[in-house]
């Protein structure tokens, strides 16, 4: 992103020489054990036992549900569980719209909202707005403490919350608000070229059923799939954890096709954010970056580059999977490879086990 720079992390290892592939999901996890095999385990220990807030500071398709999704599959969904503000409030919006399901939702705020708007107005203001931009804070407070009190005592990474200025200082005291007070909490700041998030947002696909993203472009499952009729190629959810596994056709979002375009105004408020929370004291922060300069390609191995993917139908009918190399200019004006998650993965392990001082 414009004027931020965050260090570049190394995950080549010279003892590591296997190259993996990222996409099948029995190769990534071994492809995890080899690069952080020692912060994998002591953070298994450690969320057996305790638990923490990762607050997820990027902007829009910066990655960060993709990367809750992988540890995830490397810890169990009984031990992480990812929040998304702009999920919570869209669900709220759904329960405000329906009679049965509304009552709930107002008694929970009579009883937990603290604010400046009159609580009977809240439900109201969820129905008839599509963002959490337009509610007060407070409010979204209050939704993010009901979705917690739902998921029960886990590690949470929440995605899109502070979203502006005015929320930082809600930020800051956040664990208190939601009832964490004994738990650490780390900001998570997520640097990604403007050009990346166009194409992550152009070929971005969705699991219909668990919600995992991928992208038939930079990011592709296992299996690839022919929809003969529509003449297109999709990817099919490979997240073990999946009741679709193997089988649940993943499907673009509206309005995707449009690009970074379509959010400018979101990109450089998160921006914003992101600016002025790298000043901020006394909290822990991990820093990580999904593209790598090629004056600097031996920091990584190969095979953790993005690469660009297109399909073809052989002679048989099957599916052709057709890898090509792709970088992108940075914003600094300064070419770049894009990093596969899983190496950015493995930078979040290692600098969360080092900033909770278990390594």
Same mark, same amino acid.
């Given at each position: 992103m414009k004027n931020i720079n965050l260090p570049v992390f190394t995950t080549k290892d010279p003892a590591v020489t296997e190259r993996f592939r990222l996409e099948d999901p029995v190769e990534r996890r071994r492809y995890f054990e080899a690069k952080a095999g020692k912060e994998i385990?002591? #953070?298994? $220990? =450690?969320?057996? *036992?305790?638990?923490f807030i990762g607050i997820l500071l990027g902007p *829009?398709?910066?990655? @960060?549900?993709?990367y809750t999704k992988l540890l995830m599959e490397l810890f169990g969904e009984d031990r992480i569980a990812h929040i998304s503000i702009g999920d919570v409030v869209r669900n709220a919006r759904e329960e405000a719209k329906d009679p049965e399901r509304r009552k709930g939702l107002e008694d929970f705020l009579r009883k937990n909202y603290r604010g400046f708007v009159n609580v009977d107005e809240i439900p109201g203001l969820i129905e008839g707005?599509?963002?959490?931009?337009? #509610? /007060?804070s407070e409010a979204i407070l209050a939704l993010i403490e009901r979705e917690i009190s739902k998921v029960g005592r886990k590690t949470i990474f929440v995605d899109g919350f502070p979203r502006d200025l005015d929320q930082i200082s809600y930020a800051l005291y956040f664990r208190a608000l939601i009832g964490y007070r004994d738990d650490p909490d780390l900001f998570i700041f997520i640097d990604v070229p403007?050009?990346?998030? $166009?194409?992550?947002?152009? =070929?971005?696909?969705?699991? /219909?059923?668990?919600?995992?993203?991928?992208?038939? @472009?930079l990011f592709r499952t296992k299996e690839v799939g022919y929809d003969a009729e529509k003449k297109e190629f999709y990817l099919i959810c490979d997240n073990s954890h999946c009741e679709g596994f193997g089988k649940a056709?993943?499907?673009? @979002?509206?309005g995707d096709h449009l690009g970074i375009e379509a959010i400018r105004d979101r990109v450089e408020k998160d921006q914003k954010v992101m600016e002025t929370l790298l000043t901020l004291q006394g909290v822990g922060k991990i820093y #990580?970056?999904?593209s790598v300069p090629v004056s600097k390609k031996d920091a990584i191995d190969d095979y953790e580059i993005t690469p660009a993917y297109r399909y073809e139908l052989d002679k048989a009918g099957k599916v052709r999977v057709i890898?090509?190399?792709?970088?992108?200019?940075d914003d600094n004006g300064e070419e770049a490879y894009s990093l596969l998650a899983p190496p950015v993965v493995i930078a979040l392990l290692k600098q969360v086990a080092r900033t909770l001082n278990l390594i």
């Open positions: 385990e002591v #953070l298994r $220990d =450690y969320l057996s *036992k305790n638990t *829009k398709n910066s990655g @960060k549900g993709t707005h599509t963002t959490a931009q337009l #509610l /007060p403007e050009a990346v998030i $166009d194409e992550r947002m152009k =070929y971005r696909t969705v699991c /219909p059923i668990c919600h995992s993203p991928r992208n038939t @472009k056709r993943m499907a673009g @979002k509206e #990580l970056r999904n890898e090509e190399p792709w970088t992108v200019t």
